[in-house]
């Protein structure tokens, strides 16, 4: 019973750490990374959401799929800052 504890709380933990964010309707390669130190949280989504749709020029929508990182050959990976780079880690 210890072990699985230990692995769903594991399993928690890497799935709570994922906030490099690509949204349903933003352009494929388009990812923004936030919430950087451990936090996943409503607000962080939104960022992401409001920096995804300045730099695209629409309405990114909702979250489609998540990472911890973003690697992008067109420099398209945003960070909380909406700062464009190739590659963000640690998120």
Known sequence: ????????????????SA???HYDNS???VYVCVGKGGR??????????EICSAKTG???GPV???????????GKCYDDGGVASSDLNGY
């Open 58 to 60: 629409k309405k990114c």
């Open 1 to 16: 019973m210890t072990k699985l504890l230990i692995a769903l709380t594991l399993l928690v933990s890497a799935t709570a």
């Open 40 to 49: 996943d949280d409503f607000a962080d989504r939104n960022k992401g959401q």
């Open 19 to 21: 906030k490099c964010y």
């Open 64 to 74: 489609g799929s998540y990472s911890s990182s973003c690697h992008s050959n067109a």
């Open 27 to 29: 352009p494929s390669d």
